[in-house]
């Protein structure tokens, strides 16, 4: 029976895997090992609504407490500047998988033109604002719909250390040397100040090093290389000065990749995720420069791949996160996959009663497995549809990417349209991106299909009609400073 847990790396996934066990699993010794001298990435982060789902919901932390102490921002979604259009909003509700009453077809084959507003969420982003009021008249905002958070690392980290050590996490500071291995898997790490510490289980959160899982465990890496070509990331930000406070992210296209911005309350981060066979650290870096003249002048270059390990979960050794896997941020799932790991995590524990068999890492594996490619075939999609540049790279990724299990998807797109049958397609597996995300990005690179429809001129106005009420009804709204001011004025109190 697991009773003793070792969790390598304190990082946001080695923290959020400590406090999922130990809120679920209290009775399990769980333990940290943490070097200052590795330190963390302290970029900004954008996340789903996951991630705020599984603090506030599944862990039942308090929600004034984070925001107090780790000053999140909200994010209704992200914006990008991508394909013919000048841009096009991608939100975490329904704007496509749904049906309006009054519509005869889907609303995507509305939505050639322009689908801005299509939402709720999508009329606030227009509007640059953060929350509609609500009609009861009390002037206070409407948060009851998904969000995600913008939130500096740095802050997160400092944020959910506090939480673990009130939790009962001990912290063990040193760096790893060497394992001892047994015949069930490993039995105990070993430190360069001489420290040994056995355990019946290990959390690898070792980030991109993957000490356990893939250097000690030597488990094989499947390369996301011919589905996503970008391996390099220039990351600046700079002090917020009078720019307006934006509650969405934006994915901009480059010369060879796309640039994020992600807004803070008091700084702006930028990044320009990149392939180095396409352009030079120098070259990316001066195009970064460009385009944004107030960051550093000598920005961070970043090296990763894509892809994941075979295997997650090996003998009794679990990685999670960065240790297990990573696909480029381009729809900000770092979190969430690490959310989705710690959760199923505890449901094999649950389930087999501390006392995990080979079946349910069987499991594991193949949930965990099938979730990052789910992450990568979304992604890749961004990549081929892209029209908004013609050079070499872009052509590269239109001709070149490959889709894996949503290409039929796509062919039946390319048949019938924007229909909701298309779910239908999609490999039958757990999709955090749904129908809808696709369809966003089909319907917003204007990707062509046979089945054309022709609305109405009455069709037309209705559909132009609700969203040109509700982006009028989200000017009136509350901006994302306004909103932090509130929480934090003495009269407001979280629902």
Same mark, same amino acid.
């Given at each position: 029976?697991?009773?003793?847990?070792?969790?390598?790396?304190?990082?946001?996934?080695?923290?959020?895997?400590?406090?999922? $066990?130990?809120?679920?699993?209290?009775?399990?010794?769980?333990? +940290?090992?943490? %070097?200052?001298?590795?330190?963390?990435?302290?970029?900004?982060?954008?996340?789903?609504?996951?991630?705020?789902?599984?603090?506030?919901? /599944?862990?039942?932390?308090?929600?004034?407490?984070?925001?107090?102490?780790?000053?999140?921002?909200?994010?209704?979604?992200?914006?990008?500047?991508?394909?013919?259009?000048?841009?096009?909003?991608?939100?975490?509700?329904?704007?496509?998988?749904?049906?309006?009453?009054?519509?005869?077809?889907?609303?995507?084959?509305?939505?050639?033109?322009?689908?801005?507003?299509?939402? &709720?969420?999508?009329?606030?982003?227009?509007?640059?604002?953060?929350?509609?009021?609500? *009609?009861?008249?009390?002037?206070?905002?409407?948060?009851?719909?998904?969000?995600?958070?913008?939130?500096?690392?740095?802050?997160?980290?400092?944020?959910?250390?506090? &939480?673990?050590? !009130?939790?009962?996490?001990?912290?063990?500071?040193?760096?790893? %040397?060497?394992?001892? @291995?047994?015949?069930?898997?490993?039995?105990?790490?070993?430190?360069?100040?001489?420290?040994?510490?056995?355990?019946?289980?290990?959390?690898?959160?070792?980030?991109?090093?993957?000490? $356990?899982?893939?250097?000690?465990?030597?488990?094989?890496?499947?390369?996301?290389?011919?589905?996503?070509?970008?391996? @390099?990331?220039?990351?600046?930000?700079?002090?917020?000065?009078?720019?307006?406070?934006?509650?969405?992210?934006?994915?901009?296209?480059?010369?060879?990749?796309?640039?994020?911005?992600?807004?803070?309350?008091?700084? &702006? #981060?930028?990044? =320009?995720? /990149?392939?180095?066979?396409? +352009?030079?650290?120098?070259?990316?870096?001066?195009?970064?420069?460009?385009? #944004?003249?107030?960051?550093?002048?000598?920005?961070?270059?970043?090296?990763?791949?894509?892809?994941?390990?075979?295997?997650?979960?090996?003998? #009794?050794?679990?990685?999670?996160?960065?240790?297990?896997?990573?696909?480029?941020?381009?729809?900000?799932?770092?979190?969430?996959?690490? *959310? *989705?790991?710690?959760?199923?995590?505890?449901?094999?524990?649950?389930?087999? %009663?501390?006392?995990?068999? !080979?079946?349910?890492?069987?499991? =594991?594996?193949?949930?965990?497995?099938?979730?990052?490619?789910?992450?990568?075939?979304?992604?890749? $999609?961004? /990549?081929?549809?892209?029209?908004?540049?013609?050079?070499?790279?872009?052509?590269?990724? @239109?001709?070149?990417?490959?889709?894996?299990?949503?290409?039929?998807?796509?062919?039946?797109?390319?048949?019938?349209?924007?229909? +909701?049958?298309?779910? =239908?397609?999609?490999?039958?597996?757990?999709?955090?991106?749904?129908?809808?995300?696709?369809?966003?990005?089909? +319907?917003?690179?204007?990707?062509?299909?046979?089945?054309? /429809?022709?609305?109405?001129?009455?069709?037309?106005? #209705?559909?132009?009609?609700?969203?040109?009420?509700?982006?009028?009804?989200? @000017?009136?709204?509350?901006?994302?400073?306004?909103?932090?001011?509130?929480?934090?004025?003495?009269?407001?109190?979280?629902?």
């Amino acid at each position: 029976m697991i009773q003793n847990v070792l969790v390598l790396g304190a990082g946001s996934a080695g923290l959020l895997a400590a406090i999922t $066990l130990k809120k679920k699993l209290p009775t399990l010794n769980v333990r +940290i090992v943490r %070097s200052s001298d590795i330190g963390v990435i302290g970029v900004g982060e954008g996340t789903t609504p996951a991630f705020p789902q599984h603090l506030f919901d /599944y862990l039942g932390l308090d929600v004034a407490r984070f925001f107090k102490e780790a000053e999140p921002t909200w994010k209704l979604g992200i914006r990008f500047v991508w394909g013919p259009r000048e841009y096009f909003d991608y939100t975490f509700h329904q704007q496509f998988e749904g049906r309006w009453s009054h519509l005869s077809r889907e609303p995507g084959f509305y939505a050639y033109e322009d689908f801005r507003g299509a939402d &709720i969420p999508s009329a606030l982003m227009e509007a640059g604002k953060a929350f509609m009021f609500k *009609t009861d008249g009390s002037g206070d905002p409407d948060m009851n719909m998904k969000f995600a958070l913008h939130i500096e690392n740095l802050k997160l980290v400092a944020t959910l250390e506090k &939480i673990a050590e !009130e939790f009962g996490v001990k912290f063990l500071e040193g760096k790893v %040397s060497g394992v001892e @291995r047994g015949p069930a898997g490993l039995t105990a790490l070993r430190l360069e100040d001489g420290q040994r510490l056995e355990a019946d289980f290990f959390v690898d959160c070792s980030g991109f090093r993957s000490e $356990l899982l893939g250097r000690a465990m030597e488990e094989p890496f499947v390369n996301y290389d011919r589905a996503l070509f970008c391996d @390099r990331a220039v990351i600046g930000g700079w002090d917020r000065t009078t720019e307006t406070t934006l509650a969405y992210t934006t994915a901009e296209t480059m010369e060879a990749g796309w640039a994020w911005q992600i807004e803070h309350e008091h700084h &702006i #981060n930028r990044g =320009y995720v /990149y392939c180095s066979q396409a +352009i030079s650290d120098e070259a990316a870096c001066e195009e970064f420069l460009r385009k #944004n003249p107030k960051a550093p002048k000598s920005p961070r270059v970043v090296k990763f791949r894509s892809g994941r390990y075979r295997r997650m979960w090996v003998e #009794n050794v679990v990685a999670i996160g960065n240790a297990a896997g990573f696909v480029e941020p381009l729809e900000a799932s770092a979190l969430m996959a690490v *959310t *989705t790991q710690c959760q199923k995590l505890v449901d094999m524990f649950v389930n087999s %009663s501390l006392q995990p068999n !080979e079946s349910l890492r069987a499991l =594991y594996n193949h949930l965990a497995g099938g979730s990052f490619d789910t992450i990568r075939d979304f992604l890749s $999609l961004h /990549y081929k549809l892209n029209t908004r540049l013609d050079n070499e790279f872009w052509r590269h990724c @239109r001709e070149d990417t490959e889709l894996g299990g949503i290409a039929p998807l796509v062919e039946f797109y390319r048949e019938n349209g924007p229909v +909701i049958l298309g779910t =239908y397609t999609l490999p039958q597996f757990v999709d955090p991106y749904g129908l809808e995300g696709y369809l966003v990005m089909l +319907i917003g690179n204007r990707a062509p299909y046979k089945a054309r /429809y022709q609305p109405t001129a009455a069709e037309m106005n #209705n559909w132009n009609q609700i969203r040109t009420t509700l982006i009028a009804r989200a @000017r009136q709204g509350m901006s994302v400073d306004e909103s932090l001011r509130l929480i934090r004025s003495p009269k407001w109190r979280w629902q």
